[in-house]
């Protein structure tokens, strides 16, 4: 907190706030309610975010190949520009990512369409890993989070405690370990309040949420009304239409949904430059 006290302040003194108005300002505590904050202290809050340094060769281990751009990059990109132009056309930001059964490629595209997103310097863009049963965004990233972010949407942790930064525009909140009753968890009002509050006091453009997949536990069900739209990963030769059917339906019953990606194609064309396929 004190490093996030000492940059809001700098950002106060540079555009011209006397102490008095600074100190009367409140602090931001679990039960605050939501409010807008100014430009500028949302900027010092994603500055103040602890930045995270990544290895080239894990995220390469982990499939993460939409960092520096380049073609394999492509489909990510593809995938952005469209989720984006989805995003801008309905005022939509919280977006899912979701997939009938375990395994699809939930987590790779999760963390692929963040890097994406973020390589546009005028987006910022947040990663929440909210698959708290089998949550694996830091370890593909290699980074060991200081506090999970199941204690964050328990308003036990504040979000700065929790979150990592890469670059100024992204930021990713990550689980050391699993929860054990995560969809307990994810029903309690305190986690939309919470998830209100990170929406208000960070105001990022896109917040990406990595989810469980939604035929075998209630988990994402829970989350999917706090959401926008959900983009679904289907695994080509994998998932079956009858999956991928049920799985829409019951995204469509509680949110948007945005598209399938089909992921693991062994044959999409050399354009595509990786085994993906996004629709
Ligand atoms: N396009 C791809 N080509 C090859 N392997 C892939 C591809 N996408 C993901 N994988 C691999 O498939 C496995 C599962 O991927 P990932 O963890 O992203 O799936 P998930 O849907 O998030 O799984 P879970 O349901 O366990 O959270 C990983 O080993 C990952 O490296
Ligand atoms: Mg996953």
């Known amino acids: ?51 995270v340094s990544l290895s080239r060769r894990k995220l390469e281990s982990s499939l993460i190949v939409a960092k520096d751009g380049g073609p394999h990059s492509a489909p990510f990109d593809m995938l952005r520009t469209k989720v984006l132009h989805q995003m801008r056309t309905n005022g939509w930001r919280r977006i899912g990512i979701t997939s009938p059964l ?20 005028e987006i910022r863009t947040m990663l929440l890993d909210t698959d708290l049963r089998r949550p694996s965004i830091a370890n593909m ?54 998830l209100d ?26 989350v999917l009304q706090k959401l926008d739209a959900v983009v679904i990963v289907a695994a080509a030769e994998v998932t079956s239409v009858k999956e991928l059917d049920q799985c829409e339906a019951d995204v469509a019953a509680n949110t948007n ?13 050399q354009n595509y430059g990786y085994g993906y396929a996004p629709s």
């Open 257 to 269: 949904v945005l598209g399938v990606v089909l992921n693991k194609a062994r044959s999409v064309g």
């Open 1 to 51: 907190m004190d490093r996030l006290s000492e940059a809001i302040s700098k950002a106060r003194a540079a555009r011209g706030d006397s102490p008095a108005q600074a100190q009367s300002l409140p602090a931001v505590t679990t039960k605050a309610p939501v409010r807008r904050w100014h430009p500028e202290d949302i900027t010092a809050r994603w500055q103040a975010l602890k930045q």
């Open 102 to 121: 375990m395994g699809c490629g939930k987590s790779t595209v999760a963390v692929n369409l963040a890097f994406s997103f973020a390589r546009n310097p």
């Open 141 to 194: 990233l290699g980074v060991t989070p200081s506090a999970s972010f199941f204690s964050v949407l328990a308003g036990r942790v504040q979000f700065e405690g929790c979150a990592l930064a890469f670059g100024p525009n992204l930021c990713f909140a990550t689980n050391g370990r699993p929860h054990r009753s995560p969809s307990e968890l994810m029903q309690l009002s305190q986690v939309a309040d919470e």
């Open 197 to 222: 509050r990170i929406d208000a006091e960070y105001d990022p453009d896109v917040m990406l949420f990595d989810l469980a997949p939604i035929l075998q536990t209630d988990d994402a069900l829970s």
